[in-house]
């Protein structure tokens, strides 16, 4: 049988859902006759990478330096050499790009070099809440041709796919709704470790505690939580609050916190890879 080769393309492999399906994903869709390339760009600061996660799955890397989140037009045109010039390469039969600018720079160079199947899966969007009403417009148009040369189309659920139809992306039959898959097997012992974080914060037993899970980044609006949280610990509840993720709003949302005098109530914990403690 011809080997069937597969280049998966995102924009950086940051601590994250969709990094982690991108690894899930070319480590487990593997087979003698099939070979994956997951290539990626640039973490951002104060975003922790993954990129020894996947290195210990024994994966294929493809580093591109110049591919990162953040809008810049000549880093940007040189992410999109180097991604024509790695699909020229390994000539895929198929390319799988993961969210917004490595699907719009990988579908791009995969019209040039002519891949024969191209899948585009949205994480989540850029098309609302990010920029101003007139980026947004000319973001949908962008991803409106995108869809014309995107042979299907992943999204998670399937309200975000009758978003997307609606916002005039793609046609119903490009679409495939595939919600994400989680290793579910480390939670399943969970209810072992309950009290574990409780001890290590020092957190007395009764006090109820209130977690939220997210990279601090304002489309997440972690403000929202701290609201919240001054409304309960004025009413007289006592209760501890956990923000658990690291990213580029810590500091203000400490100062948010100190202000709103929560500082004795909000404990940010960053990163932390002991998820199955965190739930239980």
Known sequence: MTEVRVVRLMDRLNVGGPARQAIELSARLCAPDWRTVLAYGRVEPREENLELSAKERGLSLEYIPELARPIRPWADLRAFLRILGLLRREHPHVLHTHKSKAGALGRAAAALAGVPVVVHTYHGHVLHGYFNPLAN????????????????????????????????????????????????????????????????????EGVPIVGIVGRLVPIKRHEDFLAAAKRIIDNGTECRFLIVGDGERKQELEEISRKSGLAEKVLFLGNRPDMPVICA
């Open 137 to 204: 417009r000319i973001f949908r148009m962008i991803e409106s041709v995108l869809a014309r040369v995107t042979d299907r189309i992943v999204v998670l659920t399937r309200s975000q796919r009758d978003e997307l139809l609606g916002m005039g992306i793609g046609r119903p039959d490009q679409y495939c709704v595939i919600p994400s898959g989680v290793d579910l097997e480390p939670f399943l012992a969970s209810e072992s470790l309950r009290g574990k974080l409780r001890g290590e914060l020092g957190i007395a």
